[in-house]
């Protein structure tokens, strides 16, 4: 997410000095790093799904088999916990492994909202977003193909008694949570920044709780295609996973691009004070 870009600007002014050092870089075209950054988000997005997935199923096989009832799906508390940690965790470990590869977005919403807020190329994201719908689906059908147990129980559903509406603007609202975390940890360069995979990984925790009861917890129109597709069942209104959290990715974007604007940082001075010599 723009990490080269504090290198580049620091080799600068040796760069026609050292110019054999940078040679091997050259040879990297534009194309060849959209394809390396599109690897990086199939085989992170698929990682970040498959043991998605997978916990998610397994908690869902475990409180079946618990359960004399067969009828009763609904899950407790501790099981909605679990799914939200299992997906939660999981972004955690897997963005921190690929971030540097493809910026570890495995979402088109988030990927959507970096480009909004002109943190990420639309060259790129045109590269990264069919890239996370396909790793979606191949996590999907391997989860199916690989554990008993019915996938279509992993896709993200409204709880009874929440209405469309609701369902949008829910998912609006985690996914805006989730993006502008994105957006200050990660794509805003400071102190913190190496340690924003952890924080990404909390914030999709953080919504779960709620949103794994009452929408599914999506966040992510990947995360709710790919166990669709795989287990050939779509709810009637799959279309809100989209709508809900594009419109959150955009109401980030929209907010950290007026901090921006009117310079944030003057507004609480000395965050980064050490490496204020550095700015």
Request: net charge negative.
């Amino acid at each position: 997410m723009g990490g080269r870009l504090p290198v580049a600007e620091r080799n600068g002014d040796q760069r026609h000095h050292h110019h054999h050092h940078h040679h091997n870089q050259t040879h990297t075209t534009a194309l060849q790093q959209h394809i390396v950054a599109a690897t990086g988000e199939f085989v992170g997005t698929f990682l970040f799904l498959f043991m998605g997935y997978a916990g998610h199923l397994m908690i869902l096989d475990q409180a079946a088999q618990g359960r004399s009832s067969v009828a009763s799906t609904s899950l407790g508390f501790l099981e909605i916990m679990a799914v939200g940690f299992t997906y939660g965790f999981s972004l955690l470990v897997s963005a921190w492994a690929f971030y540097r590869i493809s910026g570890g977005l495995f979402n088109p919403a988030v990927t959507l909202g970096l480009c909004l807020a002109d943190q990420l190329p639309w060259a790129r994201g045109a590269f990264l977003m069919p890239t996370q719908l396909i790793a979606c689906m191949c996590a999907g059908g391997v989860v199916r193909a690989m554990f008993p147990g019915d996938l279509a129980g992993v896709n993200t559903i409204l709880a009874p008694g929440v209405n469309l509406a609701q369902g949008v603007f829910a998912e609006m609202f985690f996914t805006a949570y989730l993006v502008f975390v994105v957006l200050m940890l990660a794509a805003e360069k400071s102190r913190d920044t190496f340690l924003a995979p952890v924080g990404i990984g909390l914030a999709l925790l953080v919504a779960e709780i709620p949103g794994v009861f009452y929408t599914g917890g999506s966040l992510n129109p990947a995360r709710s295609f790919g166990c669709a597709v795989a287990s050939a069942s779509f709810p009637g209104y799959h279309w809100i996973y989209w709508v809900g959290p594009c419109l959150g990715a955009a109401l980030a974007a929209g907010y950290f691009k007026f901090v921006k604007a009117w310079h944030y940082e003057e507004a609480n001075p000395g965050q980064d004070a050490e490496s204020e010599g550095e700015l």
